[in-house]
């Protein structure tokens, strides 16, 4: 609990420190908001070429752009201390905090909080009810809501749960590597596609390496185009318990990997 | 032949770079295709050439870099470009044109296989690639001449780089696009960096065409330079001995 407090006061004084400077803040906000709109308008191009690919409409694909882009946001804004983790070890920052009392998990969020991915955020919240409206449900709009916010849950989950995994691979190249762009940034971007029509080697490393298939595709397809609500409610409990089970694996190896680090400092 | 031999010895000191920059190259050549096999059942030849020469064109011009002058106005070094006998615009030119020439040769390798093997002609290749290069270094020199007003540049250079890559044709190429937002995006000069020279380099448009609105849009962002940097770098403050 004393380190949660401590959380709650790194953020607090995180976010002091970016609105101190209000019209470069709001220019921010404003030009992240524009920057992840054009994914969509990306999608909107490519589904101009064809009405439907297979089932999947803009629409779906639109709902899937804004689960997807809305874990991935809210795990950046969170786990932005691990996105930056590589800065840390090089300036030889986390002796300081190894020497607090407090979790060096905790100190890591807390370290870097990205309140500017509000933005996005809010982007992809216009974009989900955009969806949400245009799309044809078979579950009750209620069933539907409930869902949508277990997958966005599991998705935000996984993506926290690479972002530490990048904090690992920082303890070995300790200057930023390209997991994070590579891994991460792709696995967001590929996401909201419709996975089955994908070419099989990049669909079976989205399913089995990196499962966003089984933790976010497969789920909102079920709410998507679903109608059986027990089946729904295995494949969203198996998604949930997917990317609970990599964010505690990703966080024991995070600490398993500490002992690796070296500190450049004297 | 002494030549080439001496710029593979030169690259072979910065072969992580050139080994990264490939790596990269592929990389995002692949995700494109892979996405674009969703959606375009045709055209797969133009598709592939397109997007080989776009990414070509998106690692050798400036329009994903962040210039150097930009990170010394965030960390208040700019002070080094106030004291030489040069003015603010010219110095930004030659530095940014400096590191072109050394990107060209680190990728000089990968540039000759491509050439090869999209059957591409060196002549018809020259002039639009380097009047391509020239437009990159005049638009982001204006975007990030604004560092001096919000000291960061994260949020100019996530603009700029979404922005430009969307427009410019280097993500969807533009001949995918609708018909009515082609003609308008076609106009812009983020598609006369990467749209119009392909369309040169393969034949698509006439050269004196391409050439021409590349140095329409070269003048008139020269221009907006020399009043925007000669204005923003007068008004520096340093502080420091």
Known sequence: ?266 | MGLFFTILKVNWQYKKLYLLNVFFFWLSFLIQLVVFDIFVKDSWNELIRYLIIANFLAMFTSLYKVPEFSNLIAKGEIYRYGVRPMSYVFQIFIYELGDFVFYFFINLPLLMLSVWLLNLSVHSLLLPVLLSVVLSIEIITFFYSFTSVFIKNSAIKALLQGVSSFLSGSVIPLFLWPKEFQAIVSLLPFAAVIDVTIKAVTGKMPILNATLIQLFWIVISSIANYFTIEIIMSRQKNIGG
Request: with cysteine; net charge positive.
């Open chain 1, 1 to 266: 609990m004393n380190d949660f407090k401590m959380y709650l006061l790194y953020v607090k004084l995180s976010i002091k420190s970016q609105i101190s400077y209000p019209l470069d803040f709001l220019v921010q906000i404003f030009i992240w908001f524009v920057y992840t709109l054009l994914p969509f308008f990306g999608l909107a191009i490519l589904f101009s070429k064809v009405s439907k690919v297979g089932n999947w409409t803009f629409y779906h694909s639109a709902y899937l752009y804004g689960v997807i882009g809305l874990g991935y946001d809210f795990a950046r804004m969170f786990a932005r201390g691990f996105d930056n983790f590589h800065e840390v070890v090089y300036k030889g920052e986390l002796d300081r905090f190894m020497i607090r009392p407090i979790g060096l998990v905790w100190q890591i969020m807390g370290n870097d909080f990205f309140l500017r991915r509000l933005s996005g955020i809010l982007n992809y919240v216009v974009v989900l009810f955009f969806a949400i409206v245009h799309v044809h449900f078979h579950f009750s709009l209620l069933i539907v809501a409930v869902a949508t916010f277990f997958l966005f849950l599991a998705t935000l989950f996984l993506f926290f749960g690479l972002f530490v995994f990048y904090g690992i691979t920082c303890f070995f190249s300790i200057k930023k590597n390209i997991f994070s762009d590579v891994i991460i940034g792709n696995t967001a971007q590929l996401g909201f596609y419709p996975l089955e029509y994908i070419a099989k080697a990049v669909r079976y490393m989205l399913f089995y390496v990196i499962p966003i298939g089984f933790v976010s595709y497969l789920p909102a397809k079920k709410i998507l185009f679903g109608q059986d609500f027990l089946s729904l409610t295995f494949t969203i409990s198996f998604s949930l318990f997917l990317s609970i089970f990599l964010l505690w694996i990703s966080l024991k190896l995070f600490e398993k990997f500490t002992k690796f680090y070296v500190s450049p400092s004297n």
